[in-house]
Structures are given as C-alpha cells and as structure tokens.
C-alpha cells in the first residue's frame, strides 16, 4: 500500500475535491486523530469480551482476536484510500454519492451510518447510567443517560479539538486498565502462578477452526470503531499523509493490546470461570492478587463507556452534517456555529434521536442488528475503492492493493453469514426506515420546485 502519484505530484494537496475552504475548522493532529481512533477501538467491549470469547474458543482468545484484527485491516485499508482521495465530512456516504449512480444508495448507507450511531449512543448512555453509575450513584437509569448525552451534545459542540483532548485523557485512562491486567497476570507468572498451556486450550469437541471463526466474529465488532474516524476527515490537517498512518497504527496497537489482554485472561483463569463471570477482567485482577482495589475497575470501565459515547456522536453528527450538505437530508442540518465552527444543528438533531432510543431500554438485539448494517456500509465502501479507481483527483492520496478491497468485501459476506434471524429482522426494519424517509424527501423536494 503505498500513496498514489499518479496524478501531478505538484498539485496542492487541498486542490480538487479539496479546494473549497471547508466550513468545520481543521484543528485535528496526527496525535490527536491516532487517540481518536484508538479510543474508540479500545471501547467498553474489550471489558466483558473475554467472557463471551471463552465460551467460543476456550483459552485460545489470542487466535479469533487475530483474526478479527486481519478482517477489519483488510476494510480500514479501503477506507485510509477513499479519506484521503475525498477527505469530506459524511464518510461512507460522500464514497457511495461518488461510487453509485441511484442516489437512494448513498442515502442508505448514511442512513445506516446513522442508525449505527445514534442507537450505538443510546446503548452505551444506558450502559453508563446502568450498574457502572449505580455503584457510585444511585439514579434512575434512564433520566441518568438522557442527561449523560446531553453532557456529551455539549462537549461535541464546544468544539473538535476540546472533544478530542478529553477523548485524549479518558483513552489513556481506558488503555491503563487493559495495562494493570497484563501486568498484574505478569506478577502472576513470575510468581509461579498462572497456566500457559491454557492458550491453547479449545473446548472438548469443539473443532478449532470453527471455534476461531464464530469467536473472531464476536471480536469483529470490537474493531468496527475504526469507521467513525472517515467522518472527521474533513477537520484533520494533511489528511492524505496523516489519515493512514493513523488508522493502521491505531489499528494494529489495538490489535497488540487485545491479543496481550487475551494471553493474560486465559492464563490466569480457566476458560469455565471467564465465561460466568459477569466481569472477566476484574475476576482476573483480583485472581493474580494485585493491589487493585474493585472500584477502580468500576471507574475505568465508566470513562471507557462514556469516552465511547462521545466518539460516537462525534461521528454521527458529522455524518448527518456530511450528508446535508451532499444535499442527502435538509440544509438546516448543515448549519454551523459561527465561532466554534461546529455543526450544531445536527449535534441537536442526532442527541435527541439517541436519547428517545433510551426509551426502549434493552438494546442488545438493537446493538447486533448495528452491525449488520455497518458490514452493509463496510461493502460499500471496499465496492467504492474499486469503482472510483478510474476517478483521478489533483492531489497526492494513498492508494491500498487492489486485493485488499476485493477480500474485505468476502470478509464482511462471511461475517454476514453468521447472523441470526432476528437481527435480520431488526436490519431490514432500519433499511425499510430510510427507504420511506427518503421518499418523503423527495417528494417533499418535488413539490416544492414543481
């Protein structure tokens, strides 16, 4: 994978599709866009997955945690080529505008964008305001998650770069609890504790190989957090050197802590005792005996759900900004602040939607149906790398293998495989949604130039 100089390499690098003044302010650094990505990767997920990939794969978590880390770099590759070739809020749903020739393809793909977004929001608020919250402070769930996203509306629309130093502190804060387990389980060993020879442990007559598959699909969704990064590309400086660079590495280091925190699971615990523990990674910690007091976890598994949150409404407001101004939903949702440059009325739009989904209170068939429709958007977009190959641009973008896309796009089909009924039920309820929206909006749009 390399950058594309196919095109005038003295061309500047905002030319093209670029060269309009872009309306959001350009304030995010490689750094600052490395810890995005990293933060969302590293979400709550990684805190209870231990327990539900051990009743797959038994002590080999390491194996569908390597896995699911080659299937997701295979689309983040496709996406680290079409950010930079059109770094433009709105993401999957710029590509599939550009791609596709019926525009009610690109609506979907928004639409789903959207979707994932806004009920991914919903579910982690009531994760927040659920049993992590209760511990500290007594509230009721639901009251206590609507007010949680109105707390993180006011942080996105301050601005990105006061969004991002927060998702800053709170990822450092994430990634030090994944840190005291590996640790706290190397005390363990060097203290004669622990079992190695659990990581290679699958469970009796399980075959290895289907273990790892159906395992790797469950740590699939720990990694789809990646996609959230495409729809700030319009705020990141340089992002046709910047953009790759981070994507991949935030990627591959989220991969590397996975994979370390999966070792460590399994040796300090059987695969038996991860899979009922509610809390696998603090029933290890408090296995290999280190001085870790239980409501410290608690409190790092609290910023983990709520640096989660804000990320994600991060990226669904600029979706919803993107696709306004592609001209795929109203023009008021394009409107930004004058002096913070934020696109406040999409934030409005995107927080009350997620906090009405709070209403409907168990979100688990919800959250499963959000990604079968992010493997629908991930098709799209490996589908797009191809199709617009022959779509030069004036600047300077990276260009990913050919193959890359191609086997992304049978990696999200076999993923698809994997679904049950009624999460298909759930998807296809989402997609009839946005196919009735979008003919209200172009009748709506009918009548009013007719």
Known sequence: MSADRSVS??????????????????????????????????????????????????????????????LALLTAGSYAELVTKYPRAGGAAVFAQRAYKPPLISFLVGFCMLSAGVVSAAGLALAFAGEYLQAFLAVPPIPAAMVFLLLVAALNARGISESLKGNVVMTVIEVSGLVIVVVAVAAMLGGGGGDVSRVTEFPAGASPGLAVLGGAIIAYYSFVGFETSANVAEEVRDPSRVYPKALLGALVTAGVVYLLVGLASAIALPADELTESSGPLLAVVAATGFPVPPWLFGLIALIAVANGALLTMIMTSRVTFGMAEQGLLPAVLGRVLPRRRTPWVAIVATTVVAMLLTL???????????????LFVFISTNVAVLVLRKDEVEHEHFRVWTFVPVLGVLSCLLLLTQQEPIVWAFGGGFVVLGCILYAIRRFTTSRRTS
Request: aromatic fraction near 6%; charged fraction near 15%.
């Open 9 to 70: 390499p003295s061309a500047p690098l905002d030319a093209g599709v670029t060269a309009g003044e872009t309306k959001l302010k350009r304030r995010i650094t490689g750094p600052l866009l490395f810890l995005f990505i990293l933060g969302d990767v590293l979400g709550a997920g990684i805190y209870a997955l231990m327990g539900v990939l051990a009743g797959e794969v038994g002590g080999a978590l390491w194996a569908p945690l390597a896995l699911a880390l080659l």
């Open 360 to 374: 409907v209170g168990d979100l688990e068939t919800l959250a499963s149906a959000v990604v079968l429709l992010l």
